[in-house]
């Protein structure tokens, strides 16, 4: 069928059937021939202006990266897709097919290509995790281990450990720099 699209459809294939083929290829384990149909599939649909199936090849991908642990790659293909989604149902003017087609599209997209809300308070606190940013926090406020321990029901050992991992994720060296750093974060309680 693929041989034969070159002279049936306008602009030389059927993006569909280079999904298909694509997803067979990743199936099957050969992920470089499947990101490169992926990607002859995505000109295709952008050549043939066919945002229907251009979302479908944006999830392809997404999928095809996730498994190779390419996330950065996978994370920028589902935003694609998603993006593509939107915009097809924004054109639908019946609220339940427009939200009945959002939910099912999105469906189809790789669940973990998202961060969690979690990893991304993480990732814009330095690594922080949410107990560590409850001890800056602390810290910023001027309690010592011992009343930081009190506070949140640790053992005094457990808050040092924390204020180490803090110190050591955030390349400081002193409590007054994780004071600072907590001021400017706006995490002072």
Known sequence: LLDSSANIA????????SILRGDALLRLGRNTEAEQTL?????????????????????????LYRGAGRREDSLSASAMA?????????????????????EHALALLPRSAKPSSQQLAK?????????????????????????IAAAL???????????GNILTKLG??????????????????
């Open 10 to 17: 306008e602009g030389g294939g059927i993006p569909r059937l």
């Open 39 to 63: 990607l002859s599939a995505r000109k295709l649909a952008e050549q043939q202006n066919e945002p229907p199936t251009l979302w479908r090849v944006h999830a392809a991908l997404a999928r």
């Open 82 to 102: 998603e993006s593509t989604i939107a915009e097809l149902a924004g054109s639908i003017l019946e609220e339940d097919l427009r939200s009945d087609f959002a």
């Open 123 to 147: 990732k814009a606190f330095g690594g922080l995790t949410a107990r560590e940013r409850e001890v800056a926090s602390m810290i910023a406020s001027g309690r010592s281990n011992r009343d």
């Open 153 to 163: 029901v640790l053992s005094e050992r457990t808050v040092e450990t924390h204020v």
């Open 172 to 189: 400081f060296s002193s409590r007054a720099q994780v004071a600072a750093w907590s001021v400017e974060r706006g995490l002072l309680k």
